[in-house]
């Protein structure tokens, strides 16, 4: 097979382009030369795709089996990379998300659930899901039945650079007592980007589209077991303490932002916890167990350092001093009276933000 990656140097566009690479594939990647895949040597064409003269100096006069993207800008980009490459492929595999769901999003939603409204050719990208679904309606209005259109909720992996499991990893390697956030048992739902990348890729094979839902079952991890794979990987003396949602939300830490990764109980948690996956999994998606992606994450952030933060999200994680005052208080310290609120902490943070 011959593959573009649109993209192709940063956490998704890397894991697609690498396992790519193992499986034998020809690919080639386009991107700004801003960025590189460390010690690889990945055929490239240099483009800024915001502009459609350059693309199309890059793409000449090549076409490949299939394209895939990780655009999550304004839709009038990858509406203008999909015009160019209409004749050069005949499959367009689009990284998407659950965050093209409608609010709110019900529980056990499928491929069908409602979207948002969007327009294909906006050349705004300031509404994370608005331009996710004008991005997936210009892919499907080009591609029509090329189009495949994966919609993850949450992922994680090595390469992450929106900073959540990282940001556990490096707090949990610090040690001491760390917050923990509700219930142990609480599932987790997401997907690891290299079991993301293997099904793209395997979709591309098999000429599937339409969209599906990406993400691991239910029950496949909770957070307990997340954070102590990570207590293990790291080698840390840090012991987990875990604190009622009611206190942490109380003390006006915002779930999902401060304590990255944590749903608290709620709707989204309801909705997000239950999406349904079968048609993703009855096409051949695998998902390795949470102590594969934990341990591989930390081994990338040891080997290759942390990476810069992304200035299009925003940062993860909590102040070491508002940590501690919580976890005072549940051990009988003074209350958390006029504790600064850093975000929303009634979970409106989480709403609809897989990204
Ligand atoms: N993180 C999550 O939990 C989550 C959940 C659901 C969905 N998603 C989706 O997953 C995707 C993540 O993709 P990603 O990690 O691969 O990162 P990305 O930010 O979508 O892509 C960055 C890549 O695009 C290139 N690039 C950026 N601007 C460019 C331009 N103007 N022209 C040409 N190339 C350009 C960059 O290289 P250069 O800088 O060198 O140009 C880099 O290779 C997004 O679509 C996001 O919506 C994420």
């Known amino acids: 097979m011959r593959l573009l990656v649109l993209g192709g140097t940063h956490f998704v566009g890397r894991a697609i382009v690498e396992t790519a690479l193992a499986d034998g594939i020809d690919v080639t ?38 394209v895939i ?25 689009y990284v998407s998300t659950q965050s093209v769901y409608a609010d709110p999003m019900p529980r056990g939603a ?22 996710k679904r004008g991005a ?27 900073g959540r499991l990282p940001w556990w ?26 079991d993301l990348a293997q ?12 969209p599906f839902n990406v993400v691991c079952r239910p029950g496949s991890t909770t957070m307990g077991e997340l954070l ?15 604190a009622p949602e009611d206190v942490i939300l109380d003390a006006g830490i915002a779930p999902w932002t401060e304590l990255p990764i944590w749903i608290p109980r709620g709707p989204d948690f309801d909705a997000h916890s239950s999406v349904d996956v079968s048609a993703a999994f009855a096409a051949g998606l695998t998902c390795r167990p949470v102590q594969e992606t934990v341990a591989d994450t930390w081994a990338w952030l040891n080997a290759e350092g942390d990476p810069r933060p992304r200035p299009d999200r925003p940062s993860h994680g909590l102040d070491p001093a508002r940590e501690r005052q919580v976890l005072d208080t549940l051990t009988g310290g003074p209350a958390l009276s006029g504790a600064p609120a850093m975000g929303s902490a009634d979970g409106s943070d989480v709403k609809a933000i897989w990204r």
């Not at 655009?71 to 980009?77: D, E």
């Open 228 to 242: 102590a794979t990570a207590v293990r990987v790291t080698g840390s003396d840090a012991e987990l303490v875990w």
């Open 136 to 162: 997936e309606l210009a892919v499907q209005r080009i591609f029509g039945a090329g189009a495949l259109l994966a919609r993850p909720g949450l992922i994680l992996g090595p390469y992450e650079n929106v």
């Open 110 to 131: 499928d491929e069908t659930a409602p979207v948002v409204s969007a327009d294909p050719d906006s050349p705004d990208g300031s509404d994370y899901p608005a331009a």
């Open 169 to 194: 990893l490096r707090r949990i390697e610090r040690g001491g007592r760390v917050l923990a956030p509700g219930d142990p048992d609480s599932t987790v739902r997401y997907v690891d980007a290299r």
């Open 199 to 210: 099904w793209m890729l395997l979709a591309a094979r098999r000429h599937l589209s339409g």
């Open 29 to 66: 990647a386009l991107n700004r030369g801003l960025s590189h895949i460390p010690d690889a040597d990945v055929p490239t064409l240099i483009a800024d795709r915001t502009d459609p003269v350059a693309l199309r100096k890059a793409i000449g006069g090549m076409d490949w089996d299939a």
């Open 69 to 93: 993207d990780t655009w999550s800008g304004a839709p009038s980009v990858i509406a203008a990379s999909c015009q160019l490459l209409a004749r050069r492929t005949g499959h367009f595999g």
